[in-house]
């Protein structure tokens, strides 16, 4: 072996010169505009953090848009020596995605694909999340081979780039084996597309130098017969520890060496533009079982028999992760978990009923020979009961994190251990957790691969709580290299975390080549300088993120960032993660600082969120920010006199409203559309967002007409919401009271009415602006007015705007208010006669819809109605917000900013259930959105008026 060469020329401790900054600086303007140049501090505070223990603030956060910008990025960057980061979804766990330097961030258009030979290969640009991936190769029965617990929200350059993995990806199917082609940049801005056969002759051209020192340095790994068995033991095992030093060992053309050392570098070597993967087939057939051991040693000594038969996956649980989610496990197993016990969840598939049938018999038997099993859920076929087994292994980190003491930092490590030692690995691992005291730590992970995660508490607040983090890590450094021979980092990356201990798995040899890569790929050092090669023996103790108590509400984040595809703001202001890390950091800060942030925070932390709640409904530990964002805007609520007052004149103030949207619409109409629309946001923004912006799609004030249907036996309270009694209908439809009524006579349905229901509000708007206690008052009219004509619930009460019913129903309300296209779909239906439109619609399931019942009403009753039904794959909320499109309309714009492209040829038909998203998503996407009643009402007709044969 040649001796190691210099640490690279950028040291993490190395500063650029004012003038190398201000060079830097000047030379971003030349191809990124001033809104992707951040560099104020309360949004680089907020960008900066991810899923780790780490945090730091970076210097500038740049968003940068395609490949040109991103090689002019680099090239810029290597000519002055600035270090950069890449940011994909910040999910990371082990500190690679943090920057005090330039943090680079994708912006929404990196997100195009391409499937390629049926499915069998997909290429993909790094901001794709990885299950819209498998969305999209599902037609075709495929998926991407990484199969990580963030797939939902991490995105395809993060996984790559850490070489993530997950429950059933195992190795063979992780990114470092499924890379067919990849488009990458080098540091100093160069590039490859191996897709490209002119691209690649260029490079080996031009790159024949780097090319040729790697050829040299896989030749020197050959002739290193102790090294190259070390690499090759340690990527037997699930290894994520270092550069994936098997590339050397592997491939003979060093283009394929580069492109493989790319994988899991953690953005220190280069930038991936995009990748192209082979897919693997989906099986037809599936099943899953919960099965309890009484010891680890017990459960541990079936895995191998079960890896040797080939099951997909065996999750492992200790005592004390069971002990976590006991309310998960009750639908399953009842009785108390004995001290000790070990579950293994345990997956089978095959590609059909009949071969899984076989499998499943072999497997059965194999499990049946442990006399100490029992089983929790023998194997089960039925998809709820699969998911609700999956939901307990998912549920075990979170567990953790919200359990655990006000103050504390939730960690998480993985390790992979050899197989045949697990259970030796898994006892030593406890009897660590108890010599440092870590009361909490729990042991989960991917059992097939000897691969298992320990989660625990830390506390980062003084000097003693940081020596017992070390001297615990140090401990577990030791058991697992020296005592047991596995890795340090099985799935997760190296990171800041594990950075200093690389020598402790790989030794004098392996680091040298690790350190040669890097200087050879990135000479100046400016790719993520401190993540996989780093001199600093303490470095995982320094920048260590606190998370002090801030709210009760938002108190149990770990900033793992599973909130952020939900949250219509992402591209806007902040994401809820970004929030209540930038509240938790206002308490670290200086007081010019402090103010700044404060200033600050009243828009990109409260006027700019939509409050709708989406982001609890993927937090793994349930936290609403929407409502945490809704209590700060009551105790900043400053105009109590004004809500009393429009408490008590709700009827005049809806009259006012749709006279003023009568009055607008004669304005627009005559002053042309985009004229007056640029007046009012001239006046929008004068008066301090206090007058509401104009748009084409809004329609003029509605009429107040009660729906009158004849005297039937079967009844339905109607209570038409705010929305629908002040917008009126789109342009050339009927008001929707006439529709419902229409649709309710078809159904032979009498409508009634409460005798004051033009007075009635569920009191969402008043809840959203920080009156609660107003919001309060009008619920229990609400309430007190359909119990009254309901006969206390003698008949179904329904409301025709689907966030009014979420809030009427949520609860102790003594009776639920339906939302009515899930009305029409159990109610109405049934009583008509079909015929499906042929041509698509472009459907948008609300928030609250997602809230209610997930979207199924919704989306069942549009497929009824149309055999083509569309939907906006990355839109979860459209940010309208009750009254948001119209005084903070830049929210709904980039909520919406991607739904043209998902609009489908001669589509005429846009759907929802909810007035205001409609108008919002009319405005954003050309095609006239209207409440799915108006749809049902085309395309049915009385049962009666069927000719019958």
């Known amino acids: 072996m040649t001796d190691a060469l210099p640490e690279p020329a950028i040291s993490p401790t190395d500063s650029p010169s004012d003038a190398q900054w201000q060079a830097f600086s000047d030379g971003l303007t030349a191809f990124l505009s001033a809104e992707q140049i951040i560099a104020d501090l309360p949004r680089r505070v907020a960008l900066g953090t991810d899923a780790s223990c780490y945090t730091q603030t970076p210097r500038l956060v740049v968003t940068v848009p395609h490949v040109a910008a991103m090689r002019a990025l680099l090239t810029l960057a290597h000519r002055h020596g600035i270090a950069v980061t890449f940011r994909a979804a910040g999910t990371s766990l082990s500190g690679q995605a943090i920057s005090d330097s330039v943090l680079v961030m994708l912006t929404r258009d990196w997100t195009a694909s391409e499937i390629l030979e049926d499915g069998n290969y997909i ?11 498998n969305r999209m190769l599902a037609p075709y029965q495929r998926k991407i081979g990484p199969d990580p617990a963030s797939i939902n929200t991490c995105k395809v350059g993060g996984i790559a780039a850490n070489n993530a993995s997950g429950m059933c990806c195992g190795i063979a199917h992780n990114s470092y084996h499924t890379l067919t082609h990849m488009h990458l940049l080098l540091a100093d801005g160069s590039e490859v597309n191996t897709a ?102 017990h459960a541990c000594e079936c895995i191998p028999a079960l890896a040797a038969l080939n099951v ?7 005592t004390r992760a069971l002990h976590s989610v006991t309310d998960l496990l009750l639908p399953f197993y009842a009785l108390p978990i004995p001290d000790g016990a070990v579950a293994l969840l345990v997956d089978v598939s095959a590609d059909n009923s009949a071969a899984l049938a076989t499998r499943l018999e072999t497997v059965t038997q194999q499990l049946a020979g442990e006399d100490s099993m029992t089983p929790m859920q023998p194997f089960t076929a039925d998809p709820v009961v699969i998911e609700q087994l ?25 390790v992979a251990f050899p197989l045949g030692q697990l259970a030796d690995g ?87 080549v690790m350190q040669q890569i890097k200087s050879l790929i990135d000479p100046a050092g400016i790719l993520n300088p401190g993540v996989i090669i780093n001199p600093h023996g303490d470095a995982h103790l320094a920048h260590l993120k606190s998370l002090p108590t801030v709210d009760a509400e938002v108190d149990k984040c770990i900033e793992c960032g599973f909130c952020e595809p939900q949250c219509p703001s992402r591209h806007y202001t902040l994401t809820p993660r970004q929030r209540i890390a930038l509240r938790r950091r206002q308490q670290d800060v200086t007081l010019p600082e402090r103010t700044e942030i404060d200033t600050a925070f009243a828009h990109l932390g409260i006027d700019s969120c939509a409050a709708t709640g989406m982001c609890a409904t993927t937090c793994p530990v349930g936290i609403d920010t929407g409502k945490w964002v809704t209590t700060l805007r009551a ?20 009259a006012v409203l749709r006279g003023g949207l009568t009055v607008s619409h004669a304005l627009g109409k005559r002053f042309g559309e985009a004229r007056f629309t640029k007046i009012s946001k001239h006046l ?73 229901a033009n007075t009635l509000c569920c009191g969402q708007s008043m809840l959203s602006k920080g009156y609660p206690h107003h919001a309060h008052t009008q619920q229990r009219s609400w309430q007190q007015a359909i119990a009254h004509t309901s006969e206390h619930g003698r008949w179904p009460v329904v409301t025709d705007a689907s966030p009014c019913a979420a809030l009427s129903s949520a609860g102790d309300n003594p009776i639920s208010t339906i939302e009515l296209s899930e009305y029409l779909l159990s109610h109405v239906v049934p009583r008509l006669s079909i015929t499906p439109l042929e041509e698509p619609v ?64 001669q589509c005429t038909w846009g759907i929802s259930n909810s007035r205001g998203c409609e108008i919002g998503l009319s405005e954003h996407s050309g095609v006239t959105f209207q409440h799915v009643a108006y749809l049902l009402d085309a395309v049915s007709q009385p049962l009666s008026q069927v000719t019958k044969p």
């Open 426 to 512: 898994l006892d030593s691992l406890r009897a660590s957790f108890v010599k440092h005291g870590y009361a909490d730590a729990i042991i989960f992970g991917h059992a097939l691969d000897g691969n298992v995660h320990f989660v625990f508490s830390q506390r980062f607040d003084t000097p003693e709580a940081i020596a017992r983090y070390d001297n615990f890590m140090r401990d577990i450094v030791r058991l697992v290299t020296v005592q047991f021979d596995g890795t340090l980092k099985a799935e997760h990356g190296t990171g800041r975390n594990m950075a200093p201990f690389l020598r402790d798995q790989w030794g004098d040899a392996g680091v040298a």
């Open 684 to 756: 929008h923004t004068t008066s301090g967002k206090r007058f509401p912006v104009w748009y084409p799609s809004l329609p003029a004030g509605a009429k107040t007409a009660v729906p009158r249907t004849p005297p039937l036996q079967d009844k339905m309270v109607y209570v038409p919401a705010c929305p629908n009694r002040v917008f009126g209908a789109p342009a050339n439809r009927p008001a929707l009271q006439e529709v419902i009524a229409r649709l309710c006579q078809k159904a032979d349905i009498e409508i009634i009415t409460p005798a004051n």
């Open 123 to 133: 290429r993909l640009q790094p901001g794709i999340i990885g299950a819209h991936a």
């Open 312 to 318: 997909d996956a065996v999750e492992l649980m200790d």
């Open 196 to 297: 490209d056969p002119d691209s690649v002759k260029w490079f080996r051209e031009q790159q024949a130098p780097l090319l040729d020192q790697l050829s040299a340095l896989a030749a020197e790994v050959h002739a290193d017969t102790v090294l190259a068995e070390r690499i090759r033991h340690l990527y037997r095992l699930k290894n994520t520890m270092g550069y994936g030093i098997n590339a050397l060992l592997d491939f003979d053309d060093p283009l394929d060496m580069l492109t493989h050392l790319m994988i899991g570098s953690e953005g220190t070597l280069g930038f991936i533009a995009d990748i192209t993967y082979r897919t693997l087939p989906v099986p037809t057939a599936r099943q899953s079982g919960l099965f309890l051991f009484p010891s680890a040693r």
């Open 842 to 905: 472009l459907l948008h399931v609300t928030c609250a819809s997602t809230k209610l019942d997930n979207g199924q009403a919704l989306r069942t009753l549009a497929r009824v109605c149309s055999r083509q039904v569309v939907e906006a794959d990355d839109i979860a909320c459209c940010g309208f917000a009750g009254d948001k499109g119209l005084f903070e309309p830049g929210l709904n714009a980039s909520a919406l900013a991607s739904l043209k492209r998902y609009v489908p040829v």
């Open 635 to 654: 105790r900043n609520a400053s105009h109590p006199l004004l809500a009393k007052a429009a408490l008590a004149s709700w009827p005049a103030l809806s």
């Open 390 to 414: 999956w939901q307990i292994r998912k549920g075990l980190f979170p567990a953790v994190g919200a359990n655990r003491p006000g103050g504390t930092t939730v960690i998480i490590e993985d």
